[in-house]
């Protein structure tokens, strides 16, 4: 065999070997890419996202689309060609797999955080679309989650509302943690409370909680990494009574980063006109109750996304802008947001087309 011929037979043979190899070589990588968008303003599988009864909604037009973001499964298995594909590929993000499985978490613990998560963010762009109309919302400390074995284990339940602790006022999930920390481990701390089943039974006939309960705890010390402290080993949150019924009817969508666009969906259906002016708005970011809009990940992600549906104006967390900027889709105009209200100026500026003095986004700055 000629010396050239059996040259290319070797490197064609390990070409060939290389590319077997780097399909079956596992790598600890994950994808992400575009998912899709919805309309907040619009139907999805054949329903209005945002139903609202009880009160008078108004006529909306143009977009405000949420958008996510796609990733490969816990347990699926990267080969290597698929990463240097993903790395190559101008759409697709490859990261560490522990970056979206930190700590070894499986695909139902993922999927069961994001759902929790999901659930949160709904009612907080409740709250924050009604605190920006001005329209008041009952709300309370509750219990959150119990920790198995701890020393709240029956005693305390999900969905009690927390009062008082060793006889002080409760106004925030906050003020729990800090008064059961003023103890040393091995004391007791006296929680305050209304059952679950009483305050459910006091809301669905719209009167106060008939009765109290009070319940010792003894305290117990931290195992986490922190400094040590005492603990009772249940999580607190916030839960609300709204004037009227906003349901979110979206399935298969995970994660906090829709709260934004809710808020602002919900809004516009409980005023008069137009919010966006027919425009193509497309936007991210969680919200708390107070209407503060937080950072979010895959943001190059969801810009490509918006983009490619026919978005004009990408509401982007200011925390995100940076990253968002450096690869902005060609079209796109990147309006940073802090809180809900900064969301709400922006589009009065883009629905009277005043749009030179918006706050873009720029790669060097948040």
Known sequence: MPRRTATMLASTLMLIALLCAGVFIPV??????????????????????????????YATSGHLNMTTVRVTSA????????????????????????????????????????AEEFSQSQESAKVAALEALDIPVRS???????????????????GDVIKAVDGKAVKEPADVAELVTQ???GEDVDFTI?????????????????????????????????????????????????PFTIDIKLADVGGPSAGLMFALGI???????????????????????????????????????ARDRGAQYFLTPADNCAAAAKDTPEGLTLVKVRTM???????????????ADLPKCKASQA
């Open 341 to 355: 209200d900064d969301a709400l100026a922006a589009l009065k500026d883009i629905r009277a087309g005043d749009t």
């Open 267 to 305: 809004y516009d259906k409980l005023t008069p006109g137009s919010l966006t002016g027919g425009s193509f708005v497309a936007g991210t970011g969680t919200i708390d109750d107070d209407g503060k809009v937080g950072p979010i990940g895959g943001i190059e992600m969801k810009t490509v996304g």
């Open 183 to 185: 103890h040393k481990p």
């Open 28 to 57: 600890p990588y994950s994808e992400m890419s575009p998912g899709p968008t919805v309309n907040t303003l619009g139907d999805h599988g054949g329903e209005p996202v945002l139903q609202i009864s009880g009160r008078k909604t």
């Open 75 to 114: 347990d699926y298995k990267m080969n290597l060609v698929e990463a240097v594909y993903g790395w190559l590929a101008h759409d697709n993000k490859i990261v560490p797999h522990e970056t979206l499985y930190p700590d070894g978490k499986t695909e139902e613990e993922s999927t069961q955080e994001n």
């Open 194 to 242: 209304v059952p679950a089943k009483e305050q459910a039974a006091a809301e669905k006939e719209q009167r106060a909680p008939a009765k109290t309960q009070n319940v010792t705890i003894t305290t117990a010390t931290s195992e986490d990494d922190g400094e040590k402290r005492a603990i009772v080993g249940i999580s607190a949150g916030t839960d609300q009574t709204f």
């Open 140 to 158: 309370w400390v509750i219990v959150s989650t119990v920790v198995k074995d701890s020393p709240a284990e029956g005693k305390l339940h999900a």
